[in-house]
């Protein structure tokens, strides 16, 4: 069956995607089961496409997943959680958190974990943030530049504000952990909740393989997701992935899935892998 799958141009996502669209999994009576096809966007937008259920699995942030419970479940495989650490929030010139009150905010989109951590975050300083949108590879640049005081940092961006001269404002893993000792979820895989049970579940156990497979042959791995790393070097690369592509993406455990329920408030639908 012609099967579409949607994922943001980040290299953790390429990284666990390679072993289905390298070839590596064409042996593999699951993978045979789908002809699959790749559409790659910036998540925002796939969340705000995940409204329509464009796609039969879709990239999305946890943060879209209230919005889209009547239309998608989660995936067990493939979910970017982290003990620890997290978005970042910088600024140009060093500031505290009660700095921020007045200043405008660069956010990737309003759908995504990274806002809701950060306005969780904001209320629990006693303020709520003032924020503009803009493509997440864009917003490091834009903070340079001047045209913003400070942004929310996610994907590759997280490891290169401090070569650009930014200042770190907040770890929002880092604050999550210290307020709840649990990691702190971003994005998983969902999957049409209108589609047959036995589907769904025959892709829930292709997706674990694949990210399997992807940290198995992780160098293999590193060198597809290279071409969406916008210009990270290959050690670069392979220390972001090895950090988002962990044992929480083989499968979230109860930690994992406690930490999604504890920051969206309600207990999501997972399809397990």
């Known amino acids: 069956m012609t099967f579409t799958i949607a994922h943001s141009p980040d290299s953790d996502d ?21 002809d699959i096809q790749f559409i790659r966007k910036d998540i925002e937008q796939l969340n705000a496409e995940a409204t329509e259920s464009r796609y039969d699995v ?51 989109g309003r ?9 969780k ?11 503009e949108l803009l493509p997440f590879d864009q917003i490091l640049p834009a903070v340079v530049e001047g045209r913003f005081q400070a942004g929310l940092l996610i994907h590759e961006s997280q490891l290169m504000y401090h070569d650009a001269g930014l200042r770190l404002v907040a770890d929002l893993g880092a604050w999550w952990k ?13 999957i049409r909740k209108d589609l047959p049970a036995d589907v769904k579940a025959r892709f829930a156990v292709l997706m674990r393989k694949s990210v399997e497979m992807a940290r198995a042959r992780h160098w293999e791995s590193v ?8 210009g990270m070097d290959r050690e670069m690369i392979g220390r972001y992935v ?18 999604v329920t504890k920051l969206l408030g309600l207990e999501p639908v997972w399809i397990q892998g």
């Open 14 to 34: 390429a990284y666990m995607m390679a072993p289905l669209a390298l070839g590596w999994m064409d042996s593999d009576p699951d993978r045979a089961a789908f």
């Open 223 to 230: 060198d597809y997701s290279q071409s969406f790393g916008r």
């Open 178 to 190: 210290h307020a709840y000792d649990l990691p702190l979820p971003m994005g998983g895989n969902a």
């Open 58 to 108: 879709t990239a999305i942030s946890f943060g879209a997943y209230p919005e889209l419970k009547d239309r998608y479940d989660l995936l067990t495989a493939g979910s970017s959680i982290q003990e620890g650490t997290g978005p970042l929030v910088v600024s140009r010139t060093p500031m505290a958190p009660a700095d921020l009150k007045g200043v405008t905010i660069a956010i990737p």
């Open 121 to 131: 975050w904001c209320a629990e300083h006693g303020f709520e943030a003032s924020v």
């Open 242 to 259: 090895n950090a988002w592509v962990n044992d929480f993406t083989v499968d979230p455990g109860p930690r994992g899935r406690e930490a």
């Open 111 to 119: 759908r995504t974990s990274a806002y809701l951590s950060m306005r």
